[in-house]
């Protein structure tokens, strides 16, 4: 006899921070036209998603349609004597990879995880290890299709259309639909890159290493935020080239580790971290090393684990990443790791890295020249959002700015100081588009 109770709702679309969690319709996305037909017969408002990994609200929309492109995911074409490839936006760079590196090819720019929509990745002006060498990845894309809710189209480049390039790199999601885009690849012989990894004490050693080494492509750097004393703002810088001795180039292979449950609350707290931190920087035996290693474990260490965000807990967590420029990054990075550590709240995932003088081509790109910081927190109450609040009002004393794509907490005062060009942003703005960050930071709503 059938069931008389009802189906239950289908999970809310999830930000990879977990946090908000919003209720919204969704819609798939098959081919290059659905936009325009599906656009024509909405009444709410809507916003086009990837993969879900941004850390905040900037992919979510409250109550309403979430347009998901993943399956628009074809390769449409690619020269193999300039590594030129025009792909759809819902292509994610993991299949992209898939693609050239047999072909002898690269992403010019690589965040920390490859599970990222082409889409995305414009919609957010990615950036990488090689900031300080090749900018953003919107310096690499040569050019793209948008789609208007009115079913107009605009080739869009540098130069046609380039306002329209410019509003649409790190604009969001918010300026039309991008159906289609071309990339420039890089040529490689190896998947291997050679490997450095330099123990330093204090942020002053990490300045000094970054210029002793800014000739090198990659540079990152973990820091121990956990720390005080003797050992604070210890850390690893690590470097990294794509080597030039020819070796075999094939297909990574698909993960296999799944983080199997929601780790409760408790689990992570400041002497489990603070015990991580200490494990983490004597891992590396002595203060200089140098290896050979595959590019996964280099560029990303965390996609082997799926699901990892569930180490968090079931609250989820929330991402704090600033950018400030070169005259007060020493200082702003000192006062900000203090606070950190004396708030007892750690982060295990610390990434300090210098932004380069590459000029970014997005109008609300986040990177400029400087320092910038990356801290992963569980979500605790009463602890972590009055800690972000007075770590982003530092943020903006210091003149930096915080990452949209990573951001569920900057209220609207901050995001409009960091970002005053949000307003020329919103000229260009589609009718129908829009998302719960946009809405929340700005108060410009659809009006449909």
Known sequence: MPSSSKPSAPPPFESWGRYPSYAATILPMHWQQDFAVTAAGLHDSALAVGMGRSYGDSCLLENGNLLVTTAMNRMLHFDPETGILTAEAGMTLAQILDFAVPRGFFLPVTPGTKYVTLGGAIANDIHGKNHHVAGTFGNHVLQFELIRSDGSSRLCSPTENPDWFAATIGGLGLTGFITWVQLRLKPIVSRKIDYEGIQFHGIDEFLELTKKYQHVEYTVSWVDCASRGKNFARGIFMLGEHSEVPDALTQSPEPKLIFPFDAPGFALNHATVSAFNTLYFHKQMKPHVKTVQDYEPFFY???????????????????????????????????????????????????????????????????????????????????????????????????GRLYPAKDAAMTASQFQTFYPQWERLARFRDPLLTSSFWERCTGDRPSL
């Open 301 to 399: 260490p965390l996609d082997i684990m799926l699901k990892w965000n569930r180490l968090y807990g079931k609250r989820g967590l929330l991402q704090f990443q600033y950018a400030i420029p070169w005259e007060s990054a020493r200082e702003g990075t000192i006062a900000i790791l203090r606070a950190i550590a004396d708030s007892g709240l750690a982060s295990f995932l610390a990434v300090l890295k210098a932004f380069g003088d590459v000029p970014s081509p997005g109008l609300l790109s986040f990177p400029q020249p400087g320092i910038t910081l990356a801290l992963d927190f569980p979500i605790k109450e009463g602890i972590t959002f009055p800690l972000f609040e007075r770590l982003a009002d530092m943020t903006r004393d210091f003149g």
